[in-house]
């Protein structure tokens, strides 16, 4: 649910049971779930305590909040997220991203899993999304009112969390590609004939989720970051087909690397001045 009485009692239960909020979220997808397992200190509630928190039927997803700290930075993960294509519905994570927000989070790092429209960034890769496109012109801010449903997507994904995350990967000796996410509705994979459209239109990646949060996020005002483990190449660039449970399988195959590099990531978060509370004067 998203109406303020849920996101009232949603924050107030998270207030309650955790204190103050941790200044970053982390919506892990397809893929990331082992990240979870960096978080010191967890503690857990399940969504069903939160009524602004819509549970997800999709396999490798965890419908839990947990409250952890990776490093020196406090984080929220959201185990679970809810697609556009399990009701029809693309305000799913209406609810639960404006609790965050009403609670104190400052920063929204998503991750998914996508299928790679570029043969030279294969399964295993790790991409930045600098920039998405809403392939199905939907979106979760219909139905607003006021001019602030008019929101800015010139710069989406936060410009200075783009170059932290950049630093952070030359500085690891990882191998971070970059590029521009597309939302297709799903739940089928695309045709061959759509990955060559995406491809021509300036997508790099493909994939069934994410961009809605991003618009939900930059309406309340959450920087937004976000990152694309690539499973598979896009329907038609390959001999395979393509498979949810091929997906999670590749996914697992990477999961660790795409993890640990979301770890340090976060932890990195504890250093960057813009995120910490300005001093008292
Ligand atoms: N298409 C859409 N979503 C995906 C893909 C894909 O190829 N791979 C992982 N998620």
């Not at 892990?28 to 039927?57: H, I, K, M």
């Not at 010139?154 to 000796?173: F, I, M, V, W």
Request: aromatic share 6%.
């Amino acid at each position: 649910m998203r109406d303020s009485a849920s996101i009232e009692i949603s924050v107030q239960r998270l207030l309650d049971r955790f204190g103050a909020a941790p200044e970053v979220a982390v919506v892990l997808g397809s893929g990331w779930a082992g990240a979870a397992q960096q978080l010191l200190d967890a503690r857990q509630v399940d969504y069903r305590e939160l009524p602004a928190f819509e549970a997800t039927s999709v396999q490798g997803h965890v419908s839990a909040l947990t409250v952890g700290r990776i490093g020196g930075q406090q984080v929220v993960t959201l185990g679970g997220r809810k697609h556009t294509y399990e009701t029809g519905d693309c305000a799913g994570m209406s609810g639960a991203l404006r609790s965050l927000q009403s609670w104190g989070v400052k920063v929204l790092l998503q991750t998914n899993a996508a299928g790679s429209l570029h043969r030279n960034m294969p399964a295993g890769s790790l991409m930045l999304i600098t920039d998405h496109i809403n392939a199905p012109q939907r979106s979760p801010l219909v139905g607003e009112e006021g001019n602030a449903r008019f929101v800015d997507m010139g710069r989406a994904y936060d410009p200075e969390l783009l170059a932290h995350t950049r630093a952070l990967a030359k500085s690891r000796q990882v191998k971070l590609f970059e590029g521009t996410y597309l939302w297709a509705l799903g739940p089928q994979f695309e045709t061959p004939a759509e990955i060559r459209m995406f491809a021509a239109w300036g997508a790099d990646a493909v994939g069934m989720s994410t961009v809605p949060e991003t618009i939900v996020a930059r309406h309340v005002g959450l920087r937004v970051l976000g990152l694309s483990l690539i499973t598979n190449l896009g329907a038609g660039m390959s001999e395979e087909s393509l498979t949810h449970s091929a997906t999670l399988q590749q996914a697992q195959q990477s999961g660790a690397f795409a993890a640990e590099f979301l770890g340090a990531l976060v932890a990195s978060l504890a250093e960057l001045a813009s995120l910490q509370n300005p001093p008292l004067v």
